[in-house]
């Protein structure tokens, strides 16, 4: 039997080969420490209380067909929660649900990439280290994946305006994530601007992945799709966001993609026939949730205070860099798969080599001397892990690693 050769060079997934790399360890506990999982990016903050009232007065919304591109009250909601936060005045008809954003952001590859560019293969940027979905999109369109690092020396974001011009004209899709997954890094407007200027020169989209842009340190980051407008080129970004970590409910499932009139109408065309609408009681539960800013307010608190206890802990090692925006931390190591072990080993903690988010380019691979570690714990709990890491992982009286 055949199969496709376009995933054939996907490696394993992160957090299978996380389990391979510590299936040999034992985890090493002090008396009633209990494993702490710093892995995955899965919120552990209450989800907003309400949401269960509007679930329960929707329930009979799993007798009907969902719409496929969201029912009126949830683009409404949306489109509300965009004129909010991002001053935009965005029609419901530039606005399409999601089920979650990784599956728009593979969804909209397939819907807007074409099968050349400037009569050669098409080109997808993606930032290095990177949300792995972006190389699988590119694969399924056949794209080559450009690979572009991200790294402390280009302040954590891709340098795309560096790539030769050449393959910037065959470029089809740009894809961005700011606050960066992983290392927390915020493209402010001026980068934003540059990006998109390229974007209009080289004729390409800018995919903005913006799902972590509710938790920030100092400021509300910049969207895309804002800069965009002001800029006169809505149809060079297709912007998506969720709730998965705004509102705490990552089992929900439930995001949105919004951009240029012609970009979203190819994008619902297609989920038309390939789609897989949100059902109408979780569309309810999403339009309440994208309505009300208190439960975003009470989470973003919670997250400023493990910033500083990450601050506190971690500040002294030298290349701590403390993240603008998302909860995740860029921990330099010397080696991201040892020090996962070493940790799991001495201390129960289980945290994810750099490596495992990011591609090897001419010998280098961005991530690996770096592990990911999620803020997502109650408070306390983040204390004690981060405490417990930094004294396996650092010498913590000198700052050194």
């Keep these: 039997m055949a199969f496709p050769e376009r995933f054939s060079n996907l490696p394993e997934y992160a957090f299978p080969r996380l389990r391979a790399l510590l299936s040999d360890v034992a985890p090493g506990l002090a008396p009633g420490e209990s494993p702490q999982i710093l892995t995955i990016g899965e919120p552990r903050h209450p989800m907003p209380p309400f949401l269960s009232d509007v679930l329960q007065a929707s329930l009979q919304g799993f007798a009907k067909y969902p719409v496929n591109e969201g029912g009126p009250d949830l ?3 949306i489109s ?3 004129g909010r936060r991002h001053n935009l005045d965005v029609a419901p008809d530039r606005i399409m649900a999601l089920n979650g954003t990784r599956e728009g952001l593979f969804n909209a590859a397939l819907a807007l990439c074409p099968e050349t560019k400037n009569g050669q293969r ?3 940027l993606i930032p290095n280290p990177f949300y792995q979905v972006y190389a699988v999109a590119a694969a399924a369109v056949n794209a080559e994946p450009v690979f572009v690092a991200a790294t402390p020396e280009t302040g954590n974001l891709p340098d795309y305006a560096g790539l030769d011009a050449a393959l910037l004209d065959r470029t089809a899709i740009a894809y961005l994530c700011s606050p960066a997954n992983p290392q927390g890094a915020v493209a402010d407007e001026d980068y934003l601007r540059d990006l998109i200027a390229l974007a209009e020169k080289h004729d390409f989209l800018v995919f903005a992945d913006e799902c972590y842009s509710e938790i920030w340190r100092d400021a509300p980051p910049p969207g895309a799709l804002k800069v965009a407008t002001d800029m006169g080129l809505a149809d060079r970004v297709v912007m998506f966001n969720s709730l998965s970590k705004r509102s705490n409910l990552p089992g929900l499932r439930s995001g949105f993609a919004a951009g240029g009139p012609e970009q979203l109408r190819q994008m619902r065309r297609l989920r038309s026939y390939a789609g897989a609408p949100l059902p109408m009681p979780l569309q309810a539960v999403s339009a309440a949730a994208w309505s009300d800013e208190d439960h975003v307010q009470d989470s973003l608190r919670m ?4 910033y500083a206890i990450a601050d506190r ?6 290349g701590y860099a403390a993240p603008q925006g998302g909860f995740f931390l860029w921990l330099p190591v010397a080696d991201g798969e040892s020090a996962a072990r070493l940790l799991w080993a001495r201390a129960g903690i289980q945290v994810l080599p750099g490596a495992y988010l990011a591609r090897e380019v001419d010998g280098f691979n961005p991530g690996q001397g770096f592990v990911r ?3 997502v714990a109650p408070e306390a709990e983040t204390e004690a892990a981060l405490t417990r890491l930094a004294s396996v992982l650092y010498d913590t009286t000198t700052g050194r690693g």
């Design 75 to 77: 683009l409404g909601a």
């Design 80 to 82: 509300g929660w965009l």
């Design 303 to 306: 997250y400023h205070a493990k």
């Design 313 to 318: 802990v971690l500040g002294g090692v030298p």
């Design 122 to 124: 098409p080109a997808i």
């Design 373 to 375: 570690v999620a803020l």
